[in-house]
């Protein structure tokens, strides 16, 4: 699918870019429905987003979207995805990165980054209980303080 | 004599939150200096429910999002299960989507000036607002029978054709509004209390509202011409002529401003797609159980409140594996803290009216 990015050459651009700059650390770039995607370790995420916000106008994030796969497809795939949803306005391109984050592990957080990221990352733990290192008030966002569970789980029923 | 800071509660049942929002709000005197939104009451779990729903059975579903604004959740979830199918949804359904959903730009943004004049004061404002958002809920009833969780777009087109007596009514309409849009002005625009409650408070800078994500009138107001409808058409909006209200001063004013500028764009674009009706049919032909083909689709639209998104990842079932909605009022009222901060603690009603949330869509 990937050829077909030539025919949107300001996200080849920023697709080439990256991974002059980061390499192996780009570990998927996929382009389909003329939506551009990068798939990384959850390590390099904030200096890829830094890279997309001031190296390529990608300055807004328009959203943050958790996924429980439970048994993910193909070797070594992690259990969760997070995809961040980027959106430049001078010439309305978007684009997406996602990680891949286990059951036991946490995501550096981006507020620091992208101010509405905040809220984004609260939904994320309260739905997924994914920990994000770094965020200055990670508690629940719509559920009670004395909840038990994480009800956007897979593993979590539908009917109590 | 020496005041210290106290925590005070808005909320949940505080009228001028418009549902169940609560504040904490903390103020030193009568300034606040911080405020913290707590969320979470209306709580329905509805991206949970989705996963185990037909694509079909989840388009009545996003009538409960935003109520105000019922037709364009329909549309903005439509349109991702479109694009990730492939389908291409007749024209004269194009255009009768886009009057639907412009109509209900009109009344939302009708809605939102009379909640906000009420909460600041000014009851006889709403009473005139309601009554042309009246004559849209009539249309929608005529056209659909429903008149506010319509239900009135589905997978594939619009479940009916626009007959003669709908168009006649949206006419008259168009024909109506502007007149009595110039009595709201005429109320509010040169109202010395209204200014006084609305000019240079909650004041938020551009660079900030990128930054804490606003979309919609809110952002435009701030000076950003940031207007899905134009930059990233959808549904045929490339062949309407409108324009992008847009105001630099970031206040409450200019987001009445820009909202009334807006309610006068949705008559122009309605006008347009009467006018230049095309013919053909209302609804493509679409398998009664859809199968979705695998992928991944992420696709927003301009709606009333603002960028409405939505991301589906389908597995191939006729179920989708995760259906996840951007909610502009969730959004938005992030930003609250960031505009109320250092304004007097009786803004803070007309900061939040300003931001037109709806809880329906923040708590899903």
């Known amino acids: 699918m990937l050829e077909e990015l030539a025919e949107a050459p300001a996200l080849k651009r920023v697709a080439d870019a990256l991974r002059e700059r980061f390499g192996d650390a780009v570990l998927e770039t996929v382009y389909e429905r003329k939506e551009l995607s990068f798939r990384l370790g959850a390590r390099d995420l904030p200096a890829v987003l830094e890279f997309l ?3 390529h106008d990608f300055n807004a994030l328009n959203d943050m979207i958790g996924l429980d ?64 290192e770094g965020h200055p008030d990670l508690r629940r966002i719509y559920l009670a303080e004395d909840f038990s569970g994480h009800p956007l789980r897979k593993d979590f029923p539908l009917e109590g | 004599m020496a005041f210290k800071e106290i925590e005070l509660n808005m909320g949940p049942q505080h009228p001028s939150t418009h549902g169940v929002l609560r504040l904490k ?3 030193d005197n009568e300034v606040v200096t911080s405020v913290e939104p707590v969320i979470g009451y209306l709580h329905r779990g509805m991206e949970k429910l989705w996963e185990s729903q037909t694509y079909a059975q989840i388009v009545p579903m996003t ?71 009246e004559a849209v809920l009539d249309i929608f009833e005529a056209y659909c029978g429903a008149r506010l969780t319509v239900h009135g777009i589905r997978i594939g ?34 109202n010395r209390i209204w200014l006084h409650r609305t000019r240079g408070v909650g004041v938020i800078s551009a660079v ?21 409808r134009r930059d990233l058409p959808y549904s045929s909006y490339e062949d309407f002529e409108f324009d992008v209200p847009v105001r630099t001063g970031g206040d409450v004013y200019d987001r009445y401003l820009v909202r009334l500028e807006e309610i006068r764009q949705s008559l122009r674009i309605v006008r347009q797609a009467l006018d230049r009706l095309p013919p053909g049919p209302h609804l493509a032909k679409v398998p009664r159980l859809l199968k979705v083909p695998p992928g991944e689709v992420f696709h927003t639209i301009e709606a009333p409140k603002g960028e409405l998104g939505f991301y589906i ?32 603690f009786s803004d803070v009603v007309g900061i939040l009216g300003s931001l037109d949330i709806v809880l329906g869509e923040i708590d899903k």
């Open chain 2, 313 to 344: 990842r389908a597995n191939g079932t006729e179920r989708p594996e995760r259906v996840k909605m951007k909610s502009p009022s969730f959004i938005n009222l992030q930003s609250l803290e960031r505009m109320s901060k250092g304004y007097l």
């Open chain 2, 25 to 27: 709000l903390r103020v």
């Open chain 1, 69 to 132: 796969r439970l048994a993910p497809p193909g070797e070594g795939r992690k259990r969760f995805e997070i995809l961040y949803q980027l959106y430049r306005f001078s010439d309305h391109r978007r684009a997406r990165v996602v990680v891949e984050v286990g059951l036991s592990e946490s995501v550096p957080s981006i507020v620091s980054l992208y101010g509405s990221a905040d809220w984004a990352e609260r939904e994320i733990f309260d739905m997924f209980g994914i920990r994000f």
């Open chain 2, 208 to 228: 900030d509202a990128v930054d804490l994500g606003l979309t919609g009138p809110a952002l435009r107001a701030t000076g950003v011409p940031w207007d899905i």
């Open chain 1, 53 to 55: 916000k001031t190296g």
């Open chain 2, 63 to 133: 009538d409960r999002l935003d109520y105000l604004a019922a037709l364009s959740n329909n549309l903005g979830y439509v349109l991702a299960v479109e694009k990730l199918m492939g389908l291409e949804v007749p024209k004269r359904a194009q255009y009768i989507r886009v009057a639907l959903v412009e109509l209900q730009r009109l009344a939302s943004h009708l809605a939102w000036v009379g909640f906000m004049a009420n909460d600041i004061g000014a009851m006889s404002v709403l009473l005139y607002a309601f009554e042309d958002r």
């Open chain 2, 157 to 190: 087109g619009v479940p009916f054709d626009l007959d003669e007596t709908v168009a006649g009514m949206i006419r008259r309409v168009l024909d109506e509004t502007p007149k009595k849009l110039a009595d709201i002005e005429k109320l509010l625009n040169d």
